[in-house]
């Protein structure tokens, strides 16, 4: 039997489809942000924090590295309440990125800190910098120019990954795409537009990140 393609529903569906995107790029907006400024913290606190509070950041990268997205996003959801910690699907998803991205990210961070030649630390230090200040004016600009690359295709992964906060029914894309598939029974339809979106949504997001850092680096990024 021949199988006939039908996207008229996309005149009735579409602001399912526009919710879903627009709560997609929410949730990487308020994900990257915070991701990225915890990952920031963590690589600080791994490779020239304290001592005492090392093994709790290693503790805590390990733990999200080594775990599935989809069990984290679930122990928030359905873990957290029991311990009296209720949060709406919305907040669960905000949340479970951030943790996530900013496990991943203080690695890549943290790469890019040790690679800083130790001159710099001992100009920091010969300017009666602070370690803290030396580390803000001194050492993090240097070190996120390094890695930019690599932290904008790990932000880009962690959008790709928040498909499955329709689990705990967040309304993002996919969960717009599940819900237009259950209505009109045209699942390779449903799924192919869904997929369109989140490949543009990928290389609009990559261009953003590209254009950020020619913006915030501008000399190094133009090397």
Do not use: H
Request: net charge positive; glycine share 8%.
């Amino acid at each position: 039997m021949k199988y006939v393609f039908d996207f008229a529903w996309l005149g009735q569906y579409w602001p399912v489809l526009l919710k879903g995107i627009g709560i997609t790029i929410e949730l990487i907006a308020v994900g990257a942000v915070l991701g990225v400024a915890l990952g920031i913290f963590c690589a600080w606190a791994r490779a020239l924090g304290p001592g005492w509070l090392r093994p709790a950041i290693t503790a805590y990268v390990e733990l999200i590295r080594n775990t599935p997205f989809l069990i984290q996003l679930f122990f928030i959801f359905f873990g957290l309440p029991s311990l009296g910690l209720q949060m709406s699907e919305l907040q669960a998803a905000n949340l479970a990125m951030i943790v996530n991205l900013g496990a991943y990210s203080c690695e890549i961070i943290r790469a890019g800190i040790q690679a800083t030649p130790r001159g710099q630390f001992e100009a920091g230090a010969s300017l009666a910098m602070s370690p803290i200040q030396t580390f803000r004016y001194v050492i993090l600009v240097p070190s996120l120019q390094r890695i930019w690359p690599a932290l904008s295709s790990q932000i880009v992964i962690v959008m790709l990954g928040s498909a499955v906060v329709s689990q705990i029914a967040a309304e993002d894309l996919t969960f717009a795409a599940n819900f237009i598939q259950s209505r009109t029974f045209r699942a390779f339809e449903a799924y192919f537009v869904s997929t369109a979106i989140y490949l543009l949504l990928a290389i609009a997001l990559r261009q953003v990140l590209a254009a950020a850092g020619l913006l915030i680096f501008p000399r190094r990024m133009r090397r």
